[in-house]
């Protein structure tokens, strides 16, 4: 089970152009445990599961990938269809090329292009008519769902060097730093982009058509909750952490057991965006919410097994992390 968590700001953002009955959708908020009831605490947080399971079936539901947000609707099996064209590609440029082939066959108010410039591959997403620029969820999930797809296809996490967008800041920017891996994220730019290192574009795929057959039984499940930084220092660090968070083990112990000194480390966690304490403080407020929303355990052990050994200590955090207490948070649930 994936401790990562999704804020409810990214529901609300989903469910813009939804047209369905109200006992249609708490019937699919129900389906997946989802605690509509705190859908207005705009900190609360849910589990990836939780929510990428809400997000497939709100598609399905709706008919369209892209959830209204687009000017005519990406059918269902869209991104399906997309992912057979690209899957024989040998190196990820190719496969990239692909993808922003296959999505200029149809006008859907987009256009994506795929340019290197001074050593780095930028991806554009330029409107095909600039006076009816798409919302901004439409910028927001494709540059995502292209970042996580390039992740899995290299089975790499890609770091991203820079994102800008052609509006004003969401409702939900504050999801931005852990949605483009903690990368500097610009609103109101020129244009809509994403920047990498034009270096993994020579990255061979390693991913084939057996493996984008599991992949497409739950593909947002893939790209929202599985972890590419395998090799990163905060996904190292999240790990030592991980494995008994009752026992927190101090920054010098990890940086000890990484082979690093301290002053290494955590300049190596501040170049991919993290400090010690956010990595921390995100795997307790994560794993306690996965506990909350997954057994039966009392809050003073759910505290406990996130590293408290004061209960009011760990209320307090959850409040801080989630806006509301673990209380609330599981009887609405």
């Not at 059918?75 to 899957?87: E, N, Q, S, Y």
């Not at 292209?146 to 089975?155: G, K, S």
């Not at 493996?211 to 739950?218: D, P, Q």
């Amino acid at each position: 089970m994936s401790t990562i968590t999704v804020s409810v700001r990214m529901i609300e953002a989903a469910l813009a152009h939804y047209h369905g009955s109200d006992e249609q959708l708490e019937a699919l908020f129900r389906k997946h445990g989802v605690p509509r009831g705190l859908l207005s605490e705009k900190q609360v947080r849910i589990a990836a599961e939780q929510y990428s399971g809400l997000l497939q079936d709100i598609m399905i539901a709706m008919g369209d990938e892209m959830l209204g947000y687009t000017r005519v609707p990406h059918r269902l099996g869209t991104w399906k269809m997309m992912c057979h064209a690209v899957i024989t590609a040998e190196t990820l440029g190719e496969a990239l090329r692909r993808y922003c082939h296959f999505f200029r066959l149809f006008d859907w108010g987009m256009v994506p292009r795929l340019r290197v410039e001074n050593g780095e591959a930028i991806l554009y997403l330029e409107p095909t008519d600039p006076e009816r620029p798409l919302e901004h969820y439409a910028h927001v999930s494709t540059l995502f769902y292209y970042h996580r797809f390039a992740c899995w296809l290299v089975d790499y996490s890609i770091p991203v060097l820079g994102v800008d967008f052609s509006f004003p800041a969401p409702f939900y920017a504050e999801e931005f730093r852990p949605m483009y891996r903690y990368a500097p994220v610009r609103c109101e730019q020129p244009v809509t982009r994403m920047r990498f290192s034009a270096a993994m574009l020579e990255e061979p795929v390693r991913q084939d058509r057996r493996s984008l057959e599991t992949f497409l039984e739950n593909p947002n499940l893939v790209m929202v909750a599985r972890q590419f930084d395998h090799g990163s220092w905060q996904a190292r660090v999240r790990g030592i952490i991980a494995r008994d968070p009752v026992v927190m083990p101090t920054f010098e112990q990890v940086a000890e057991e990484v082979g690093l000194n301290p002053q290494t480390l955590r300049r190596r966690l501040r170049r991919e965006g993290l400090t010690f304490n956010e990595v921390r403080n995100q795997l307790r407020r994560d794993l306690a919410i996965d506990l909350l929303s997954r057994t039966r355990h009392s809050v003073e052990e759910i505290g406990h097994r996130v590293g408290f050994s004061d209960p009011s200590n760990f209320i307090r955090a959850f409040r801080q992390w989630t806006g509301v207490t673990p209380y609330r948070y599981r009887k609405q649930g």
